[in-house]
């Protein structure tokens, strides 16, 4: 079901009207989203939804453009000053991922629980918001020479720069994302949790630099090969490996039973 949200402006005047209505004709046909998506100084996400011309539980496409913005703090001092986030934000914990990684999946998280502008009171209500399509285009920042395209300075609690306007490399930024979204994919007893809304939910993943396409990910061509590894999606490691491999049959079954009611591709 499609729920138009844009009442105020075919009531504003008469070159909105015409505008809206345009948008509105497409929807239908198009059902895509535009979100831009700012890495702040190394530490922080800042999403703007820029195009959601209707709400809907089946969003064929959200293109998402991944701005570089900032440097991350070079000291301790300045760091103190700027008073942003944490200075380890792509660094790994103890067995867990960078702490940005969490950032980005719980935007996607947030959205398939309640779409776009809803808000999220109870890890109970989902919406079940499924996207077909996810687009990710990481964008190289404007006006800075190349030269000062580094790691993220916060893989470390001392910066591994001492180059005060040094900025994430795009291309690194691609790569990351594209080697946790494959860790996600693995579904294994420590992953499987998180990874399992891309089963659920979405048919392919694709991640661009400056528009090229650096990695195409499809989800159903996948689901044949996952297969038990010490442990199951949602209770990794509860029961005996018997009940565990039985869970995680039917986790799989259930997940191919619900692509095809929610029109999603299957393997």
């Not at 490399?169 to 693995?186: E, V």
Request: net charge neutral.
């Amino acid at each position: 079901m499609i729920v138009a949200t844009c009442t105020s402006l075919l009531l504003l005047n008469h070159q909105l009207y015409a505008e809206t209505m345009t948008n509105l004709s497409i929807t239908p046909q198009s059902g895509t989203y535009h979100l831009d998506l700012i890495l702040l100084d190394e530490t922080l996400l800042c999403p703007t939804w820029l195009r959601v011309p209707a709400l809907t539980n089946n969003v064929d496409e959200v293109n998402v453009q991944l701005r570089i913005a900032g440097s991350h703090p070079n000291n301790l001092e300045e760091y103190r000053e700027v008073n942003i986030g944490t200075r380890s934000s792509f660094a790994g914990g103890d067995g867990g991922p960078p702490l940005i990684v969490w950032q980005f999946y719980s935007v996607l998280d947030r959205f398939l629980r309640v779409g776009p502008t809803g808000e999220c009171q109870s890890k109970q209500k989902h919406r079940d918001v499924v996207l077909k399509t996810l687009d990710i285009n990481v964008q190289t920042p404007p006006n800075i020479d190349p030269s000062h395209f580094v790691q993220p300075g916060s893989r470390r609690r001392r910066s591994a720069s001492k180059d005060r306007f040094s900025v994430v490399d795009p291309d690194y930024l691609a790569h990351f994302l594209t080697n946790y979204i494959k860790i996600l994919l693995r579904m294994d007893h420590h992953t499987a949790p998180y990874g399992a809304i891309f089963y659920n939910f979405m048919n392919e993943v694709v991640i661009r630099r400056d528009g090229e396409v650096v990695e195409r990910m499809n989800i159903a061509s996948r689901i044949p090969e996952l297969a038990y590894n010490n442990g199951h999606p949602y209770h990794p490691y509860e029961g005996s490996n018997e009940k565990n491999l039985s869970a995680f049959a039917k986790w799989k079954a259930s997940t191919i039973k619900y692509r095809e009611k929610r029109g999603l591709q299957l393997p």
